[in-house]
């Protein structure tokens, strides 16, 4: 009977509503859980006005229907219903592949969320939970709301999305972003605010970042915004996943204000040699205030095909150090930074010299397409105007390896030099993995035969993901065969794999599978960088060896370390001579004495080593892990 009078109500709530834009009230006075009346109304649609005599609203996730405006009065605030929202795609309010939707607030309203929940058991870790999720929707609006403590973004934009304005809303305190846009064309935010986002990456206070290359930032215009005091970025733009066969970027950001968080502006291309999407981004009549690393990191912008520029913009407060501007080549290989416009940028307070830092530079020559200039107020003591133009380019951002080409990436060879033992050997503790990409691990097995190998997990919580980590072994056209998924602990797990043939078997881990260390194995280890250099650290001391082989012919390698921690690095032939000795910090291109054989490379930390990327040009593209005598 209960139920029967619950839904009488609502019948009768939707009458009303049918007739005209009366408000929704609460059913039985104000419910623990109205998901059923706001969902039969929005199902419904038409104008559906939350009053304030039912407020707060408590909810379940809701979805709105084609033709719909949903109306806050001021005040009304939706709130997340406890211990609902499991599912890691829940959302408070779905737009999914509808049309013409208006969500509106007046003074005070609110859509609330609970994100300090959505951190601990029985939840699932996720990003997704957002305060609002429009996808693959045409023609919404949403204005006049505070969406706060979401477990995922204030408002997140995705699938082919066409017409999006966000008015007049005050996105605070989310736990991945104040705002994403995935793709969406024809988009206006304006007079918002971003602010105190905290949580999981990039904790932005907006994000433009397409997750595909069909996706788009196409005539996205931000205007009149503040954002305010966020983790991370407080606008970023990684258009890494696009390419030239994208469609061309087009986002414009005026009167804006940025205050706080790490960086003020970030734009990122992609870390490749070529194949970068075109377009621009334009700011007008923006400042920039007080970050707390660095102003403006420009990454992987490469060529005049995508273009940064700034008109009539001021930069306050500047970190102390090099961090007005980080130029960033993502690849030895890629172009050089370019394509950057600075308007007359006024740089106000004190600055540093120098006041830049060029981030892993590339072997491109020069860039072609740089202007404008930055006024300082005072840069090392002294007001001045530095010239952005091509020489100054040519100058400040010189390439590496004295811009030639670089050696090609050797295929991994067919009978490579690794021992095979007579039993379990203990391997050097060389911490490996730290990069979002797989890592992958090579063991050359000369027979058929067992391939056995004990790995650790460093800071694992169980099994994460669940057997994600895959075994499996390569024919001479690299073909994979055989494959076995696994799942690898924090503890100490032998594995065993049989190969059926001679040939390498080769063991990955996933996208984000954490740092490992390999601790015995029958067959000798090899990591494999022919798709780019990896992060390898010593377990507990400052010191760690590698073992390479050196085929004839010119070789490089690449020792990238901590720019704040330089390190020792020698190379040492295969009769046992130091062949190469060099300090180095930052991204350093070293080439190796003509030998062939096993060779070795070391490196030492001044007081730690936390890290350092290695990476092989021209020679044998395995990093071998020694064996402890």
């Known amino acids: 009977m209960k139920q029967l009078a619950l839904w009488c109500a609502v019948i009768a709530n939707i009458g009303a509503l049918r007739a005209g834009t009366v408000p929704l009230r609460p059913v039985n006075g104000n419910p623990e859980d109205a998901t059923a009346v706001v969902q039969a109304a929005l199902d419904a649609g038409g104008d559906i006005v939350l009053s304030r005599e039912g407020s707060p609203w408590t909810v379940g996730p809701l979805f709105v229907r084609s033709n719909t405006h949903l109306v806050l009065e001021p005040g009304v605030e939706l709130v997340a219903k406890s211990n609902a929202f499991q599912d890691v795609w829940d959302r408070l309010v779905s737009v999914v592949q509808v049309e ?27 990003e997704h939970r957002h305060a609002i999720g429009v996808y693959d929707s045409t023609n919404v609006v949403v204005e006049g709301l505070a969406l706060v403590d979401s477990g995922g973004d204030g408002l997140c934009a995705s699938g082919r999305t066409k017409g999006l304005t966000v008015r007049d809303c005050d996105s605070n305190r989310n736990h991945r972003q104040g705002i994403s846009i995935c793709t969406a064309e024809d988009v206006l935010i304006e007079r918002c ?56 970027v087009s986002l414009t950001i005026e009167n804006c204000r940025t205050v706080g968080g790490a960086t003020s502006f970030r734009v990122r291309c992609g870390a ?27 990454g992987d912008c490469p060529g005049a095909d995508f273009t940064v520029s700034f008109d009539a913009c001021t930069v306050a407060d500047v970190p102390k150090g090099p961090n007005l501007v980080w130029f960033e080549s993502g690849v030895l290989d890629q172009p050089p930074p370019d394509g950057f416009d600075f308007g007359r940028m006024t740089v106000k307070g004190s600055v540093d010299e120098p006041w830049f830092f060029y981030r892993n530079p590339g072997v491109a020559p020069a860039a072609t397409h740089f202007a404008g200039e930055f006024v300082f107020e005072s840069l090392g003591g002294c007001p001045r105007t530095v010239t952005m133009d091509n020489a100054w380019a040519a100058a400040n951002l010189p390439p590496v390896n004295g811009g030639k080409p670089l050696p090609a990436r050797l295929s991994l060879p067919k009978k490579p030099t690794a021992h095979e033992f007579d039993g379990d050997r203990a391997l050097a503790p060389i911490v490996f993995g730290g990069r979002a990409l797989g890592i992958p691990v ?20 169980g099994a994460l993901p669940k057997k994600s980590y895959a075994l499996y072994w390569l024919d001479a056209d690299g073909r994979r065969h055989g494959v076995k998924k696994i799942a690898v602990t924090g503890d100490s797990q032998e594995i065993v794999y049989r190969m059926p043939r001679r040939g390498y078997c080769l063991f990955e881990t996933p996208w984000r599978g954490g740092r490992f260390v390999l601790e015995k ?36 390698l690449l020792v990238d370390t901590p720019q704040a921690n330089p390190c020792a690095v020698e190379v040492v032939d295969a009769a046992g001579r130091s062949v190469l000795s ?33 990476d092989l040009y021209g020679t044998t593209p395995l990093f071998y892990v020694p064996f402890l005598r």
């Open 272 to 298: 490749r040699a070529s194949d970068f999407v075109k377009g621009f981004v334009r700011f007008r009549n923006c400042s920039f205030k007080a970050p707390r690393d660095r102003v403006f990191w420009l």
């Open 100 to 126: 013409n939707v208006t969500i509106s607030g007046g003074a005070g309203s609110v859509f609330r969320m609970r994100r300090e929940d959505y951190v601990k058991a029985p939840y699932a870790a996720s």
């Open 521 to 556: 194995a029958n067959v000798e280890p090899a990591f494999d960088v022919r798709k780019g250099a990896l992060s390898f650290a010593p377990e507990k001391d400052r010191t760690m060896e590698l073992g390479f082989d050196r085929t004839s012919g010119e070789a490089l």
């Open 582 to 614: 060099q300090t180095v910090s930052g991204r350093t291109l070293l080439s190796l004495p003509e030998g062939t054989g096993r060779w070795r490379v070391r490196v030492t930390g001044k007081k730690s080593l936390p890290s350092a990327q290695l």
């Open 193 to 248: 605010r971003l602010r105190n986002t905290r949580g999981t990456a990039p904790q932005a206070g907006i994000d433009f970042e397409p997750n595909d290359v069909v996706d788009c930032i196409a005539n996205c215009v931000m205007r009149d915004c503040d954002i305010e005091n966020n983790y991370g970025q407080a606008i970023e733009v990684n258009l890494t996943r696009l390419r030239g066969r994208s469609r061309p």
């Open 442 to 461: 090579l063991f050359y097995v000369p027979q058929p035969g067992d391939v056995r190998f004990t790995v650790r997990r460093i800071g694992a919580k």
